[in-house]
Nanobody
Framework: QVQVVESGGGLVQAGGSLRLSCAASGTTFSFRFMGWYRQPPGKQRELVARIPSGGNPNYADSVKGRFTVSRDNAKNTMFLQMNSLKPEDTAVYYC?????????WGQGTQVTVSS
């Protein structure tokens, strides 16, 4: 059974940094895609960044130049380094992993950026 778990959220001041981690388990194969999504208060879930098992990542325009996504295929882990955080980055951040035609979601981790 595939499971996805995020960690690393918290409260940070504007301009600060946080690093999120995602661990996916339940298979020895690499996930074709892994990605970070977020859901700000009162808004819909949106893509932040995603990265294939072999290839270049892509980012939402709002985070380009500030966030960096990376992954370790051997360990099925993914990271999101978030720098120069802004209050509008406040959201619940979710990890998603695509495997065998299905998307698996984590429970989410709260990121709050104070002004």
């Amino acid at each position: 059974q595939v499971q996805v778990v995020e960690s690393g959220g918290g409260l940070v001041q504007a301009g600060g940094s946080l690093r999120l981690s995602c661990a996916a388990s339940g298979t020895t194969f690499s996930f074709r895609f892994m990605g970070w999504y977020r859901q700000p208060p009162g808004k819909q879930r949106e893509l932040v960044a995603r990265i294939p098992s072999g290839g270049n990542p892509n980012y939402a325009d709002s985070v380009k130049g500030r966030f960096t996504v990376s992954r370790d295929n051997a360990k099925n882990t993914m990271f999101l380094q978030m720098n120069s955080l802004k209050p509008e980055d406040t959201a619940v951040y979710y990890c998603a992993a695509l495997f065998s035609g299905s998307v698996y979601w984590g429970q989410g981790t709260q990121v709050t950026v104070s002004s």
